[in-house]
């Protein structure tokens, strides 16, 4: 089982927030199309013949894509790759790219599953984060890609901004769940350093975000999800039994992808790798013959590590004969050890050879899972 992760670097403007490779320039967007085509003959090989089960487009914008560069970037996987007969193809898209032509054109493709930036259904909301659409754009696509027959749907939704009240994401939530949509990631904001939001904040142009706020957000949306009859597998993700996605379950179950594009990402179970993180030297080495990549091979300690981290946000949890089997005996009783204060304290349980994280524990998923680090 193994994936495909397709970057396409473009966005029409700049979130605030946003810390993706993109460019805002769509002057080389042709040659950098024709270059992933190259890219990925070049690449035929990275998953050694493996099936690949899911496709991912993200970004940047996917919804940028012409019919043309969809049609040419799938007959390029297909003549290289082997594809499922049940394959999970995922793009991700903005509301304002979502008119008719654009959805007939998705709908007609191999895509079988979009991924929908909303962000928020609120117009203050969406200026604060900069987003290039407004809030009736978010709240028609919704019922433009369903009409179209595009039943399994993600939509991304953001807490934690600094206008939205609780009784305001409480709508958000609700209006999620009044178009019976199959899958929610939900974030809170975070500043990430040299955005325009983190200069904004350090230049007193906007108010600092509030933890205390995004932390009630959340557990609002914890509970909200459960009455509605969504399991939360992962911890920004819920999803209506049987629609997970099944291309970033396979992340965080470890499997093999192929990242392509700048400053996409590959990983196989010793080694990861990511292309180089600017469009113009990815074309002009791509037109050599050479991806421009970096490659790190991970010690046992990193595999140990990344193996914690993906499998603790996730509701399946840590396997510990897994554990054992990959790291040994001492390192599966030292970290049932180190996960007893976790255990004690309800944010953990151990049961049937599995141990996870509660509700109240994934609230704080990052400090523990750090806490369980090997050094
Ligand atoms: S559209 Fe997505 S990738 Fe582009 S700037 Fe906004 S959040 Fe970042």
Redo the contacts with the bound molecule.
Sequence with gaps: MAGIYIHIPF?KQ??HY?N?F?STSLKLKNDLISALILEIELQKNFLSGEMVETIYFG???PSLLSEKDLDEIFNQIQKHFTISSDPEITLEA?PDDLNADNISILKNSPVNRLSI?IQSFHEADLKYMN??HNAIEASDCIEKVQSAGFENLNIDLIYGTPGLSDELWLENLNKFHENKITHLSAYALTVEESTALDHFIKTGKSQALNDEQARSQMILLMDFMRHSGYEHYEVSNFALPGKRSRHNSSYWKGAAYLGLGPAAHSHQSNFRQWNIANNAKYIQSIKTGKVPMEREILSEIQQYNEFLMVSLRTVWGIDLKIIEERFGKEKLEDLLLNSIPFQNSGKMIQNQGVLKLNPTGMLEADRITAELFLD
């Design positions: 966005c700049a979130c946003c993706f993109f970004g940047g914008t903005n930036g987003r290039a």
